[in-house]
Antibody, heavy 120, light 106 residues
Framework: QGHLVESGGGVVQPGGSLRLSCAVS????????MHWVRQAPGKGLQWVAV????????YYADPLKGRFTISRDNSKDTLFLQVNDLRTEDTAVYYC?????????????WGQGTLVIVSS | DIEMTQSPSSLSASVGDTVTISCRAS?????VSWFQQKPGKAPKVLIY???ILQSGVSSRFSGSGSWPDFTLTISDLQFEDSATYYC?????????FGGGTRVEIK
């Protein structure tokens, strides 16, 4: 089911921006849809966004629309999440996850996550 | 948006018990997935398409149901089943999760 490694997390000031990356290996990245899911400290899972295998279709959690952008570079086997105007409530572990097909919504495997802390 | 109401939020049971966790969907959906998460770890897929066991997952886990109610059952509970469990509707974006159920082994 492949290997997914997130990066790009860290400490960011409120109002700042961040681009998270998810590098994949051991599967053909361009054949699978991909998700971002986040988890605030001590809280449950929150689905963030999904992108189709070719990048043409994207969907977002309603409260995050406008500040979050999911994208991918199939030539580099990498998924991205651009987050703008960061708020303290965006503090969370951000996971990338693989769907089970090109336009599928079902999550099949997960990365280990990258921690984003929004603090002044 | 489709809301997934998961219950109970926590439970405590003994080794060998059978426990059930429920998710109720606010709108008609066809399928749910179930995940297990241990502290400090990424979630793990247990069940997909409501009742299909993910490869490599113990047969003590099973899923069932149809809209609006879906169920995860853990039979012959073991110490290693201590974790938080989540449902997720995979029918239509936004792909909402339930609030989670923390399972404690007495």
């Amino acid at each position: 089911q492949g290997h997914l490694v997130e990066s790009g997390g860290g400490v960011v000031q409120p109002g700042g921006s961040l681009r998270l990356s998810c590098a994949v290996s051991e599967f053909t990245f361009s054949r699978y849809g991909m998700h971002w899911v986040r988890q605030a400290p001590g809280k449950g899972l929150q689905w963030v966004a999904v992108i189709s295998s070719d990048g043409t279709n994207t969907y977002y959690a309603d409260p995050l629309k406008g500040r979050f952008t999911i994208s991918r570079d199939n030539s580099k086997d990498t998924l991205f999440l651009q987050v703008n105007d960061l708020r303290t409530e965006d503090t969370a572990v951000y996971y990338c996850a693989r769907a089970n097909g090109a336009y599928s919504y079902r999550i099949e495997s997960w990365g280990q996550g990258t921690l984003v802390i929004v603090s002044s | 948006d489709i809301e997934m109401t998961q219950s109970p939020s926590s439970l405590s049971a003994s080794v060998g018990d059978t426990v059930t966790i429920s998710c109720r969907a606010s709108h008609s959906i066809a399928y749910v997935s179930w995940f297990q998460q241990k502290p400090g770890k990424a979630p793990k897929v247990l069940i997909y398409s409501t009742s299909i066991l993910q490869s490599g997952v113990s047969s003590r886990f099973s899923g069932s149901g149809s809209w609006p109610d879906f169920t995860l059952t853990i039979s012959d509970l073991q110490f290693e089943d201590s974790a938080t469990y989540y449902c997720q509707q995979t029918y239509s974006p936004p792909l909402t999760f339930g609030g989670g159920t923390r399972v404690e082994i007495k």
